[in-house]
T-cell receptor
Framework: DAGVIQSPRHEVTEMGQEVTLRCKPI?????LFWYRQTMMRGLELLIY????????DSGMPEDRFSAKMPNASFSTLKIQPSEPRDSAVYFC??????????FGEGSRLTVL | RKEVEQDPGPFNVPEGATVAFNCTYS??????FFWYRQDCRKEPKLLMS???SGNEDGRFTAQLNRASQYISLLIRDSKLSDSATYLC????????????FGQGTELSVKP
């Protein structure tokens, strides 16, 4: 079975550009999470969805960040405009109810 | 105060050593607890859940102390392959779905 699939795996962009990260959760999972990981701050929860509905977005840093889940098999995290301090690894994860949380391989973002 | 705090590490131990990691959490309403393992430049993966009565999986033992809001992970007879970062994970109070990760403790097992 395919795990959580994220794209792109790596992205290098310039400050001010729009960045879109994509995630396909494991089929049948009803919760989806977006995390950001940096050396300084560790893994931070940005937002999570239950049944495609955003439940808690209190971790989203600011208005430049937005996330959507138009259906059960797809989610996006968008940063517009991007800034150097957004450089991090962005992980998407999914789970079924309160089961094990499965992570994608991450999207490594570098903003120059 | 952070919601989930862990020993800062890194822990450098010889093969065969026993090593213990500690984690404290701030929300007394938390119900679910886990240890995840993350290898360098990889995604975190579930190591084990932590149950109220404590639980063991081979060389790994996890314990929970609700009164002190404290979780521990004990690794016995450590192997080179145990070298990784260990992340303590707690659900946020009565928000069952919201999982908060600690900063992680790095373990390096040397020959």
């Amino acid at each position: 079975d395919a795990g959580v699939i994220q794209s792109p795996r790596h992205e290098v962009t310039e400050m001010g550009q729009e960045v879109t990260l994509r995630c396909k959760p494991i089929s049948g999972h009803n919760s989806l999470f977006w995390y950001r990981q940096t050396m300084m701050r560790g893994l931070e929860l940005l937002i999570y969805f239950n049944n495609n509905v955003p439940i808690d977005d209190s971790g989203m840093p600011e208005d430049r960040f937005s996330a959507k889940m138009p259906n059960a098999s797809f989610s996006t995290l968008k940063i517009q405009p991007s800034e150097p301090r957004d450089s991090a690894v962005y992980f998407c994860a999914s789970r079924q109810h309160i089961g094990e949380l499965f992570f994608g391989e991450g999207s490594r973002l570098t903003v120059l | 105060r952070k919601e989930v705090e862990q020993d800062p590490g890194p822990f450098n131990v010889p093969e065969g050593a026993t090593v213990a990691f500690n984690c404290t959490y701030s929300n007394s309403a938390s119900q679910s607890f886990f240890w995840y393992r993350q290898d360098c430049r990889k995604e975190p993966k579930l190591l084990m859940s932590v149950y109220s009565s404590g639980n063991e999986d081979g060389r790994f033992t996890a314990q929970l102390n609700r009164a002190s809001q404290y979780i521990s992970l004990l690794i016995r007879d450590s192997k080179l392959s145990d070298s990784a970062t260990y992340l303590c994970v707690v659900n946020k109070g009565n928000q069952g779905g919201k999982l908060i990760f600690g900063q992680g403790t790095e373990l390096s097992v040397k020959p």
